[in-house]
């Protein structure tokens, strides 16, 4: 009786791991569509760089991102290690369209399950901006655009990552696909269709939590 729930279970995990895996890559193609297009009409009469080439980068940041930035260019470019997540506080939030994430092991996860799903993936041309309020406390905010490919496909995305910082620590970090606002129960006319898009995003990232060993840091290299 044992082994076959625990055969039944992790039919279900399976299952579950593909469907998500699924579900990431379509909502991803589709919020990014019109970005992709906003970012084509504006670059199209350049020649187009290959993925791994050199992008331009226009940082206006200042003392509040210095710390910071590096590592957050390395969990985008998928190159992050454990050290990287010790620009969040412990308490930090993650958030984007597909997923809420609380707390650093949570954030692992998420960033972590980003090559699980894409072949490549990268932050691209980036401009930051950022409003110190004290030392080591204010906001950052970095205009960027992200290049994935799955499956062959190359997708360029826009986003506004805007970060809160208290004490040199991120408090709170939000990922904003074609720079807009994020579905929950403040932001959409129903508030009963904001709760359920943030039942979604948390379930989404409680199966990510589980599929990437709860934030367990990937051997050294």
């Not at 894409?118 to 204010?138: I, P, R």
Request: charged share 25%; proline share 4%.
């Amino acid at each position: 009786m044992l082994r076959t729930i625990l055969k039944h279970q992790h039919r279900s995990i399976a299952q579950n791991a593909s469907l998500f895996v699924s579900s990431h890559s379509i909502v991803l193609s589709s919020m990014a569509m019109d970005s992709t297009a906003t970012y084509s009409s504006n670059t199209q009469e350049q020649p187009r760089k290959d993925f791994a080439d050199e992008v331009t980068v226009d940082k206006k940041g200042g003392s509040l991102s210095e710390s910071i930035l590096p590592h957050l260019l390395n969990m985008y470019n998928c190159t992050s290690s454990a050290a990287d997540y010790e620009i969040y506080a412990s308490d930090g939030i993650f958030e984007d369209p597909l997923m809420c994430a609380h707390g650093v092991k949570q954030i692992k996860s998420a960033f972590y399950s980003i090559p699980k799903v894409f072949s490549e993936a990268k932050m691209g041309e980036y401009t930051v901006t950022e409003h110190l309020v004290s030392e080591g406390t204010g906001e950052i905010n970095i205009d960027n655009v992200q290049h994935y490919k799955i499956l062959g496909r190359q997708i360029d995305m826009v986003s506004l990552i805007k970060l809160q910082v208290k004490d040199g620590k991120i408090v709170r970090h939000e990922d904003l696909w074609d720079k807009k606002p994020l579905w929950n129960r403040t932001t959409v006319n129903v508030p009963l269709v904001g709760r359920f898009v943030e039942t979604v995003r948390r379930g989404n990232m409680f199966l990510t939590h589980t599929l990437m060993g709860f934030g367990k840091d990937p051997k050294p290299k």
